[in-house]
């Protein structure tokens, strides 16, 4: 009885509810100004027709403005009314002027030391243009100083992360889309717990959409109760006109600005594998340590700025000299950030670059195959010019729909000579690139709409670092239990599969 009492008053329960009764009450308005009907579809069609007008006009990818439009058009008395409530791929304008401002602070602490850029361009002038493009559009510059450690699966890091938070003796900040209860996050709070009380500095900041299954109403005042900062990303609110595509998909956890570790695991139990919930997990992550620690720290601190309305001095937090024992180096280190606020789609243009410089080869791990056409010719036209694709998916998926969008785009990737494999042993939620031994990135960006243009995101790009190699062996050890799927296997689906994968990927921009 009281798990059920506990599953009813549960906030997912108590939000689904709320929303229930708004969309009743939004049809029975309708019904009862029925016989105003001719008024009412006459406006709403109007307001359809200016909002299709506004889309086409605006600077949203194509395929989003497609998604939406189709049923705007179809449906044309809710369509525009729908949209205004939750299309909108951009947060306010108070939103952006706010985050302009810490951006503007960003760039006057974050740097670019000239020497390195120059060395770079005596290297590899290719790999210079990449790194300054990331430079003058995600203000995060690239070090020489730093060292690379790749981490995979989620139990090593894990495992390294407990070791370095012990180490902690001024600050530890961590962000994550998802914090869930459980092995891997109590034991990280005994640590933050124990930290805090020796005065140190701890905060944590979490993304309420992405804990609202996992974590309690309220629970960034427990954590202050502890003496842990906490700051909740974008609460969540029952009411149909909140607009929460803006999402902080973002894993980062700073230690003393001396290391940081960033990917694709969360803080849950899936993730290390500590329980079976899509088979076997299958993620990665990258823990740095040297000068490029710096670029995650202020990464950090502009987003608590932004949700804390705080105006601290970054300069601060720089890793002081005692911390300063750096290991050997090698190879350009550049952790950048991306942005929905900006208009610049940071994170799929760095893979674009990427996929356009590969002479040999691109090995990509990814949970989603959600293409727009331009990273789709990218791939096929890369392919077609004899480079080797190879690209990694789930074959248990965490979303039934998602996953059947991403075979929807096998048939054509595979006609034009990409190599499509499904990880056989359960899910994939590893994001990483590697490109002909000389590049890699590895961070929180999926290959789909919502992580390249709507979420708050973060990635490493590297360039020959020792890590280049192990993301290149991790793939390539990878396949040995993969299954690939060949035109056959897309083929010989029967039609009503094949039929409903195509109507989802009109609407894949919206998942």
Known sequence: MQKLLRMLFSRVVLVGASILIQIFALLLMIWKFSNYFVYFYTFSTLLSVVVVLCIVNGKSNHAYKLAWIIPIMAFPIFGGLFYLMFGGNKSSKKNKRKMKVITNKMENVLVQDLKAMQHLEKENRSAANQSKYIVNYSSCPVYTNTSTEYLTPGERKFERMLEELKKARRYIFLEYFIIDKGIMWDTILEILKEKAMQGLDVRVIYDDVGCILTLPYGYDKELESMGIKCCVFNPFVPVLSIRLNNRDHRKIAVIDGRIAFTGGINLGDE?????????????????????????????????????RKEDEDYEEFRPTYEYAENPEYNGYVQPFADSPLDDESIGETIYLNLIGEADRYIYINTPYLILDNEMNSALCMAAKRGVDVRIATPHIPDKWYVHAVSQCNYEALIESG??????????IHSKTFVVDDLYAVVGTINLDYRSLFLHFECGVWMYKTNSVSEVKEDFLKTLEVCQRITLGCCRDEV???????????IFAPLM
């Open 271 to 307: 993730y290390i594998n500590a329980y079976e919930k899509y088979g076997h997990w299958k993620d990665a992550s990258i823990a740095i340590e040297g000068d490029a620690v710096w670029n995650l720290t202020v990464m950090f601190l502009s987003m608590w700025d932004f949700l």
């Open 418 to 427: 990409v190599s499509i494999y499904e990880y056989t042993p359960g899910f």
């Open 495 to 505: 039609l009503y599969k094949r039929l409903g994968r195509t109507i989802l990927r």
